[in-house]
Each structure stands twice: as structure tokens, then as C-alpha cells.
């Protein structure tokens, strides 16, 4: 199973760009990786996807190097609705069902 | 459509009791998955299923059953709680391209 390092805290001001990445070394190779947002009382919610190279949607951005041994969300123009803990998944291939949460990241956002 | 419904949201337990969490999907989604996060942590995987009648263990397995009769149900058993099982607990299921759908968490307190 992939283990995933992320940063402990992040802080950011409304606007700026975020980037939080997320290190994979043991990724196999049919792994995505996948990040979630969780909000205090809730249970976390799906972001964005990817496999290699860029993946962007309307939340987010999400870059893969070609060894994919890590990758980066970003977040453009934060505002303080973002403010929450940021998951870095790997895993859902046939052979890596079992999906692990680290310990997530957590971004505060100030005004 | 519900989504991912989660019964009961709240429950207080006496240690050495056993109760049933329930879990229920209606998205005709393959994968299930239990987890807990105790307060201020990550996810932590109890157990998870791939598909009707097929179940495996996950992180923290221990004190914990579960069983997939139907597609749509998955519930957890604690089968003698203890103070260390306070926590909330989340399911969540997903199709076989990984995006998981959470539901809304049981927050349950031993005593």
C-alpha cells in the first residue's frame, strides 16, 4: 500500500494560489490519486483525480509528475470557505481497494 | 436519490455493549467502506467490501464486524464496546473509478 506524506499545517490569505503536495514514493502502477476536502462535522468530499500529467476541474488543479511519486493540488484564489484539512489518497487499482487516509493537510485561510 | 445515509447520528453506549451501525447506499456502488476518526485525527479504515459477500480488513479491523449481504447495506457491528471506540464513524461507497461518496457520520461515546 502507498503511504502518503503531506504537510502538517498550511496557512494562506483570500486570493492567493495554494499548493499543497503530496508525496507517494511506493505508488504502484495502475494507483490514481485522489484528494478529498473535509470540513469540521462532516465527512470528507471528493476534489479531484488523476493518474499522470495535469488534471484541472472547477475546484482545483492537480499536477503529477512523470514519476509520479508525488503530486500537487491547487487551489486558485482561496477564500475563507476553503479553510479545512486536505486528504492525498492512493490507491483504488484492483489490486489496492483498501484506501488509506493520511493525516491530512490542514489549510487555514485568513482574511 | 439519498446518496450515502448513515443511522443512528448520535448513540451513547455503556462499555461492553454491542450495537449495529448502519450503512446504506443507493448508487448501485460496488465498494463500501467503514472508517473512524477520533477528534482532531485522519481516517483510519475499520473494514471494507469490494462487492456483495466479499468483505476485508483495513487498518483497525479489531473489535469490529461487518458483512455485505446486499449491494445497498453495510453495517458495522462493535461487538463489546469500549471508552477507545469513541469516535465518529463514516461510511462511504464508491463505483470501481474510486470517488468515494461519505455520509454524514455517527458520533458514538462510550462510557
Known amino acids: 500500500l502507498a503511504k502518503t506524506t503531506q504537510p502538517i499545517s498550511m496557512d494562506s490569505y483570500e486570493g492567493q494560489e495554494v499548493n499543497i503536495t503530496c508525496s507517494h514514493n511506493?505508488?504502484?502502477?495502475?494507483?490514481?490519486i485522489t484528494w478529498y476536502q473535509q470540513f469540521p462535522s462532516q465527512g470528507p468530499r471528493f476534489i479531484i483525480q488523476g493518474y499522470k500529467t495535469k488534471v484541472t476541474n472547477e475546484v482545483a488543479s492537480l499536477f503529477i509528475p512523470a514519476d509520479r511519486k508525488s503530486s500537487t493540488l491547487s487551489l486558485p484564489r482561496v477564500s475563507l470557505s476553503d479553510t479545512a484539512v486536505y486528504y492525498c489518497l492512493v490507491g483504488g487499482s484492483d489490486s489496492s481497494y483498501k484506501l488509506i487516509f493520511g493525516s491530512g493537510t490542514r489549510l487555514l485561510v485568513r482574511p | 436519490n439519498a446518496g450515502v445515509t448513515q443511522t443512528p447520528k448520535f448513540q451513547v453506549l455503556k462499555t461492553g455493549q454491542s450495537m449495529t451501525l448502519q450503512c446504506a447506499q443507493d448508487m448501485n456502488h460496488e465498494y463500501m467502506s467503514w472508517y473512524r476518526q477520533d477528534p482532531g485525527m485522519g481516517l483510519r479504515l475499520i473494514h471494507y467490501s469490494v462487492g456483495a459477500g466479499i468483505t476485508d480488513q483495513g487498518e483497525v479491523p479489531n473489535g469490529y464486524n461487518v458483512s455485505r449481504s446486499t449491494t445497498e447495506d453495510f453495517p458495522l457491528r462493535l461487538l463489546s464496546a469500549a471508552p477507545s471506540q469513541t469516535s465518529v464513524y463514516f461510511c462511504?461507497?464508491?463505483?470501481?473509478?474510486?470517488?468515494?461518496?461519505f455520509g454524514p457520520g455517527t458520533r458514538l461515546t462510550v462510557t
Open positions: 511506493n505508488i504502484a502502477t495502475n494507483d490514481y
Open positions: 462511504a461507497s464508491s463505483s470501481a473509478m474510486y470517488e468515494q461518496y
